[in-house]
């Protein structure tokens, strides 16, 4: 049987028991929340399952499932293995490990307005891998930053049973929401509280603490053209390049609805390329003339 810890209870719609503006930006790519979360979450998580920690001789942290963009809680994870890890180096055992959930995303829409039955119904099309033998009886920590609906403990529970996969598993969840009267949608509203305009992305991205992730780039890649040109004057060269090479190796190129702002960022950064190219000759042969 499974067992389940969450930090935060969401009760009541107009209450929040959490940060919004902190998980709204953490949700866009600021790790600056993710690291804040992660410890706060440990904090609450090692109070309840301390003494089970320590008796396990391996453990494997996992965030949710994944291609090749790191999802917000795969931020989340990372800093609560830390926090983990240091616990139990303080208690002399073996550090834990962060293994995947291998997942080839399929959809475009918007998972955070949708009911649990839509949700099931979306996620059910990804196609899932996890490594059987280097799980198999193992003590196993699920993380994900909110459990609105449960679609994700389903599915992941679902993998492990489609693997045959045995061991002893928890989920660990920064928020709940266990008020059943409040629409699934409500996670669209934490997602977004800080992130109204496009505006508000520059600012996360130009963050010192900013990470690609899922969220940010799908959202990008979907964008009109102005709103899509905004954001490309406004972030660094590293920034461009970063996301052109996270939306390749998630292949977002071969999904129909990514692809006409995936080729305009790769003109856009090509011909930025040739142009400093370009100066940098023209210069080159000034300087050689005026010698």
Request: net charge negative.
């Amino acid at each position: 049987m499974n067992k389940r810890f969450s930090l935060h209870k969401i009760e009541n719609e107009f209450d929040c028991p959490f940060d919004e503006t902190g998980y709204s930006r953490f949700k866009f790519g600021d790790t600056y929340y993710a690291k804040s979360f992660a410890k706060e979450l440990f904090d609450g998580f090692i109070k309840e399952f301390g003494k089970e920690i320590l008796a396990q001789n391996e453990i494997i942290l996992f965030p949710s499932p994944y291609n090749s963009i790191p999802t917000a809680s795969n931020f989340l994870c990372s800093y609560f293995k830390e926090h983990l890890n240091y616990f139990l180096f303080e208690n002399n055992r073996a550090g834990c490990i962060e293994g995947k959930i291998h997942r080839q995303q399929t959809y475009v829409q918007d998972y955070g307005n949708m009911s649990f039955e839509e949700r099931i119904t979306l996620i059910s099309n990804d196609t899932y891998y996890i490594d059987k033998s280097f799980v198999d009886g193992k003590f196993c920590i699920f993380i994900d930053d909110i459990k609105i609906t449960g679609s994700h403990e389903k599915t992941v529970d679902r993998i492990l049973k489609e693997y045959n996969v045995n061991g002893e598993f928890i989920f660990v969840y920064f928020a709940e929401l266990i008020n059943n009267e409040i629409h699934p949608k409500i996670e669209n509203h934490y997602n977004y509280y800080r992130i109204k305009t496009t505006q508000d992305l520059i600012e996360v991205m130009n963050s010192e603490h900013f990470r690609f992730n899922t969220r940010i780039t799908k959202f990008i890649l979907l964008m009109e053209d102005s709103d899509f040109e905004q954001i490309y004057q406004n972030i660094s060269e590293q920034r461009r390049e970063e996301m052109l090479h996270w939306a390749i190796s998630n292949n977002y190129h071969q999904v129909e609805e990514y692809q006409k702002n995936i080729i305009k960022l790769k003109d856009k950064i090509q011909w930025q390329l040739t142009y400093k190219k370009d100066k940098d000759k023209t210069l080159t042969l000034q300087n050689s003339q005026s010698v």
